[in-house]
């Protein structure tokens, strides 16, 4: 009998049926799962799919990973109602300093930038992104419109007539009138749209790690300029009376990989003479977690039906914290466009809509992109040109207090 019955189980029964949408995100990071809150809020029919597991607020555990979020960022999560889960966690940023740590026999360039200097009390937040992903994923679970598929896999997608067909890797069919792509830099929903990148691998890696240190922060994100890339500090909360920060610490891949291999008396040392002992006597609250870093860029922000954001558009370096920050800026741009046109009618999907995007998007975008990329590459060179011109941009920037503003609302602001 077995061999001539074709059982079917309640899942792939349900797997069959096809999924309708208005909008299907592929990527539920903090960009993708942002948007669909955003959309599905003011009424939109979304579905969400992402590869990763839910994770519930009272399961998030601390890592390594922390975002720091600018006034406008912040403002954003205040205005989605999210602020309030992940406040107590987050640490106000008054002041970013910036030490020239470059030259072994000259002392240290230290220029700090205040927040006050620019009328803000805190120039932002640094956020545990682990809890923001999850204070999302339970906001988007009370939006009766959200779809929220996890962990499931977008496999491949296609444009029929005025709408998009997709497939998931377990079969399962998806339609909608456009396709988001916030799937990552690796993106799929990229690829599949026919959508190049020009990618810059620098050689470099990201090492991040949270600890623990005897002295208070108050409030200052401190960025090191040494020779294999910036070692940057950026203050968190006290936990139970216990001083902590977030580590972003770029290396060369082999060096960052042999730091890696160090154990937790070697690595707490490497750490102790980077701060400078600012903080104190350091000592590791996360294991060290290492991210490749790149500059990437999409050439094209839209396809037929298909827009995308966040890393699946842009990546660049944590230097000067903009990645999320832009991203942000992404939602904002397509939600507004996208319930603007369902309000009064028109197809989500069509080109006129989605060319709205792109032109809106682009300035902000590449300026960031390429803005970073140079940064980056001015502050990682070890050159002794490039080495003394920076010491001396340093200086000449901190004795013109008009400039200074100038470069700290352009940190801070879309271009
Ligand atoms: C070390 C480091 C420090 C940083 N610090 C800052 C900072 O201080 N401030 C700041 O603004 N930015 C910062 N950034 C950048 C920021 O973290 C990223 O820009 C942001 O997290 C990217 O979000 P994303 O959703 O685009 O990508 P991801 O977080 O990679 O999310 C993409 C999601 O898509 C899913 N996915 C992939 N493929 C598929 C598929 N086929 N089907 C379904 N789902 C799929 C993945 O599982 C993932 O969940 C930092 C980055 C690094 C590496």
Redesign the pocket.
Request: charged share 15%.
């Given at each position: 009998m077995r061999g001539k019955l074709r059982f079917i189980s309640v899942n792939s029964v349900v797997k069959a049926l096809m999924i309708t949408a208005d909008i299907l995100i592929?990527?539920?990071?903090?960009?993708?799962l942002s948007l669909a809150l955003k959309l599905g809020r003011a009424g939109a029919n979304v579905c969400v799919?992402?590869?990763?597991k839910v994770i519930k607020m009272k399961d998030v555990e601390l890592t390594g990973?922390?975002?720091?979020?600018?006034d406008g960022?912040v403002q954003i999560l205040r205005d989605a109602g999210l602020w309030d889960f992940v406040a107590d966690y987050s640490q106000p940023i008054e002041t970013l300093r910036i030490i020239d740590d470059s030259s072994k026999r000259m002392e240290p360039v230290i220029i700090d930038f205040e927040a006050r200097d620019i009328g803000l009390d805190v120039f932002g937040y640094?956020v545990p992104?682990a809890r923001l992903r999850a204070a999302l994923v339970e906001a988007i679970a009370s939006v009766k419109t959200i779809n929220h598929i996890a962990p499931?896999?977008?496999?491949d997608y296609c444009v029929d007539g005025g709408r998009v067909l997709a497939t998931l890797e377990d079969d399962a069919k998806i339609e909608a009138r456009v396709i988001i792509g916030?799937?990552?830099?690796?993106?799929?929903?990229r690829s599949i749209a026919g959508i190049d990148v020009s990618e810059q691998d620098y050689g470099q890696s990201?090492i991040?790690c949270i600890i623990n240190h005897t002295k208070p922060h108050l409030g200052v994100s401190t960025e090191h300029h040494r020779p294999g890339g910036p070692f940057t500090t950026?203050p968190m909360p006290d936990v139970d009376g216990q001083h902590q920060s977030a580590v972003?610490w770029m290396e060369q891949h082999d060096t960052a990989d042999q730091f890696m291999r160090f154990d937790k008396q070697n690595f707490e040392s490497a750490l102790q003479e980077r701060t400078r002992g600012a903080l104190g006597k350091v000592t590791l609250a996360t294991n060290p977690q290492v991210?490749p870093?790149i500059t990437q860029h999409s050439h094209a922000l839209i396809a037929p039906r298909c827009a995308l954001?966040?890393?699946?558009a842009h990546?660049?370096s944590?230097i000067g914290?903009?990645?999320?920050?832009?991203?942000l800026r992404d939602v904002v741009s397509l939600s507004d466009i996208l319930l603007n046109a369902m309000q009064v009618g028109e197809d989500a999907g069509s080109e006129k809509i989605l060319k709205a995007y792109g032109r809106q998007r682009r300035g902000d975008i590449q300026s960031r992109v390429y803005g970073i990329d140079l940064l980056n590459r001015f502050v990682s060179n070890d050159k002794i040109t490039l080495r003394a011109l920076r010491r001396l941009g340093l200086k000449t920037l901190d004795g013109l207090p008009m400039l200074k503003e100038i470069a700290m609302m352009h940190a801070l602001k879309p271009s």
């Open positions: 592929i990527g539920g990071g903090v960009p993708g799919i992402d590869t990763e990973r922390t975002v720091a979020l600018w960022s640094n992104v499931a896999r977008l496999k916030a799937d990552g830099r690796r993106s799929i929903t990201a991040t950026v972003v991210w870093i954001m966040a890393e699946a990546v660049m944590p914290a903009q990645g999320l920050n832009l991203s």
